[in-house]
């Protein structure tokens, strides 16, 4: 009888421990819920000084963003730090685009390169993710591909079949239009075309993403932080890495931040993180130089992009519709620099030039591509690691992921389309190294992970807020296509107005953004006002003179929630101004420079006459008038006709720079030509030009392959 008592209770003990071992894979595996609040960043930085980490990931852009994600959700403790804002680099700063690799598929079709396959599933694979995970932050755009000589059709035709066929199921199909139908839509097309295809993209909001990302992980309890700059490498008494020193750019006080694995993500940076690991480390970098530009609406259709990847000078060129403008890129060079790639660098006159060439080698020649079209100037570095003969056994070619001397680990390259599964595959090897124990074994960032305003979000919920609030349909659809689910906080924000609309006061008259978001974005640990209108509100990225002109406003808002002072605000108005005029395209300093040894063609007197006038039309001294004053100036100085050719080049000779406005100088230089009538000496801009054309094409460009720079358009 106790033999038999035995027996059972072995068995029973053997059934409850299967039991329990099924039950803690069950739940270790579970799909973890947001279990709190966004904390503030005052929270993070007491976290990142009182707590041992087990990832330390340095670096807020894409990549790193999506290493914080899988990290958190797999119930590790986790902290990211970024030197400025999060997203501030080349994550908000790429094409808009989730593409699923067609370049790609042309290399694979051609070479018949089975990795190169791979490459194109896997990118149509993770796009397909990344839409599940914000759909209210992604959505499918069609691009126009024309047909330039017959023979292209097939091989259009089939690449874009096969380019269908590994796309998931819920993917939309490509078609083929007819020559007038394709001109319907875009008149600018040459006539002489052989219709066109029309494929889908995915499309998004890279700042806003990375930032979803990153609200994301804080929710499920990773500490971030931003602006907190790594200035040293902690280390054991193995000399291996074990956190980082970082300094808070706000305050200046230095914090220490310990981690069992350090993963470093800055991209472009990459190289100056490892040489603070290891003074002789080897570069794994070779970051080349996109550049974009911002144009008026009316250079593409509202609903539908062109990609021409046959333009004279072998680049491939695109027009996209991105938040009611035109997105026109990119010009890729290799950018040689003694110091490295620098966070502040901007996009040169040339290269602003060189994109605007490559619209008029193909669109109808009776279409005027002027410089002062261009709304906003921007680029950024892409972090192509160098090629190593391991990174030829990789499955995605365009990253690379080493352990360092003091096992730090390093990521260098990735693309919008690949961050999340390079992000997996950086998160498994961090639990490998570190032998760390998550509470989950596997990603499910893939599978069951909604980002910060996802859950709940539906195409028609704007509606709701223009019945419940009383906002503009514009507004209420711009919240919603931004912060999904949240939208409703965002409103709630907003101030009544007394009239119609009922709230919702917007920042310029233009745009859709509202004071309410600049609310918003201080919680969204927006900290500058740089980090407001450039990440936070992408007007910065639409439209470099909207931007100035909403800086005081924005500026007073922050300043009453932060608490600023008048020192303060002003500080943050002119750092504000320097950003837009450095980065964003607005370099009026640039014309004013250039005209030096310009003569004008006018007395002394003429020159002290024209020179009041101009101070007298210059009412808010900002040492600018516009293009439409110095007109009503010329009929006021009895200038009743002007020829219709000369007046156009005048004009856009005098606005070649300053995009809209002139100053004193070229004020003068107007007068000077009118009164004269001739422009001898203004012809100098479409002369600078051409040289820095010329000297863009003699200079020899090196074409970055495909496989390295992410396979998309």
Not at 124 to 129: A, H, I, K
Not at 520 to 534: E, N, P, R, S, W
Not at 629 to 637: D, L, P, Q
Request: charged fraction near 20%; aromatic fraction near 8%; proline fraction near 5%.
């Amino acid at each position: 009888m106790s033999k038999l008592f035995h027996v059972a209770l072995l068995a029973g003990s053997s059934m409850l421990g299967i039991s329990s071992l099924t039950l803690c894979q069950e739940q270790r595996n579970k799909a973890p819920q947001m279990k709190r609040e966004l904390p503030t960043r005052s929270m993070n930085l007491e976290a990142l000084r009182r707590t041992e980490y087990d990832i330390l990931i340095i670096g807020g852009g894409a990549v790193g963003a999506g290493c914080a994600l899988d990290s958190a959700t797999r119930g590790l403790k986790t902290a990211l730090v970024e030197a400025d804002d999060f997203g501030s680099g080349t994550s908000s700063k790429s094409s808009k685009l989730l593409h699923g690799g067609l370049r790609d598929l042309d290399q694979a079709i051609s070479k018949l390169d089975l990795a190169a396959f791979r490459r194109v599933r896997t990118s149509l694979e993770e796009r397909s993710n990344i839409a599940n995970m914000a759909p209210h932050l992604n959505q499918p755009v069609p691009i126009m591909l024309p047909v330039h000589h017959w023979w292209q059709l097939p091989s259009y035709w089939a690449k874009l079949h096969i380019y269908h066929l590994m796309a998931p199921g819920t993917t939309r199909g490509f078609q083929y239009i007819s020559t007038p139908e394709a001109l319907d839509i875009f008149p600018m097309l040459p006539r002489d075309i052989y219709g066109a295809f029309v494929f889908y993209e995915g499309q998004h909001d890279d700042a806003r993403l990375c930032l979803a990302v990153i609200l994301t992980a804080s929710r499920y309890g990773a500490d971030v932080c931003n602006h907190m700059k790594v200035t040293e490498l902690l280390r054991n008494k193995h000399e291996q890495i074990v956190g980082a020193k970082a300094t808070d750019q706000l305050t200046g006080k230095t914090y220490k931040i310990r981690a069992k694995v350090v993963i470093n993500a800055t991209g472009p940076m990459s190289d100056s993180i490892c040489r603070l690991e290891d003074v002789n480390a080897v570069p794994h970098c070779s970051p080349t130089w996109a550049s974009h530009i911002v144009l008026p609406p009316f250079y593409c259709p509202e609903e539908v992009g062109l990609f021409d990847p046959c333009t004279r000078s072998g680049s491939a060129i695109y027009f996209l519709p991105w938040l009611g403008h035109t997105l026109m890129g990119t010009s890729d060079e290799l950018r040689e620099s003694s110091a490295g790639p620098q966070p502040t660098e901007m996009p040169t006159e040339m290269e602003v030039q060189y994109l605007l060439d490559g619209i008029k080698n193909y669109i109808n020649p009776n279409f005027d591509v002027r410089r002062c079209d261009v709304l906003a100037v921007w680029g950024g570095y892409k972090p192509l690691p160098t090629e190593t003969d391991e990174l030829k056994d990789s499955l995605l070619k365009n990253h690379l992921i080493t352990l360092g001397k003091g096992k730090m680990l390093s990521i260098v390259g990735g693309t919008w389309s690949s961050f999340r599964i390079i992000a997996e595959e950086a998160i498994d090897e961090a639990i490998r190294t570190g032998r760390l124990h998550p509470l989950r074994l596997n990603s499910i960032t893939a599978s069951s992970c909604k980002l910060d305003g996802a859950d709940g979000w539906t195409p028609n919920m704007f509606i709701r807020l223009v019945q419940d609030f009383g906002l503009e349909r514009d507004v209420a659809k711009h919240l919603t296509d931004t912060y999904g689910s949240n939208a409703c906080k965002v409103a709630v924000c907003a101030h009544p107005s007394g009239s119609w609309p009922i709230t919702g006061k917007r920042l310029h008259s233009e745009f859709p953004y509202i004071e309410a978001e600049v609310r918003q974005g201080i919680k969204d640990y927006a900290c500058t006002l740089v980090d407001m209108v450039a990440r936070r509100l992408r007007v910065a990225f639409l439209n470099v003179h909207v931007a100035e002109e909403i800086l005081p406003k924005v500026a007073d808002v922050m300043a009453h929630e932060l608490q600023w002072s008048k020192k303060r605000r002003a500080q943050e108005i002119e750092e504000g101004k320097l950003f837009l005029s450095t980065q964003m395209g607005q370099s009026p300093a640039n014309a004013s420079s250039d005209h030096v040894n310009i003569p004008i063609k006018m007395s002394v007197e003429q020159v002290q006459k024209y020179a009041a006038h101009f101070k007298s039309l210059d009412t808010e001294d900002t040492g600018f008038v516009s293009i439409n004053k110095c007109c009503a100036a010329m009929k006021t100085f009895g200038v009743k006709e002007v020829p219709v050719d000369l007046m156009h080049n005048v004009l856009r000779d005098i606005d070649c720079h300053s995009q809209g406005k002139v100053n004193l100088y070229e004020f003068l230089l107007l007068m000077s030509a009118v009164v004269h009538g001739d422009t001898a000496y203004l012809r100098y801009a479409k002369l600078r030009l051409d040289q820095k054309l010329s000297a863009i094409n003699n200079r020899k460009r090196q074409v970055i392959s495909v496989e390295r720079s992410g396979g998309g358009l």
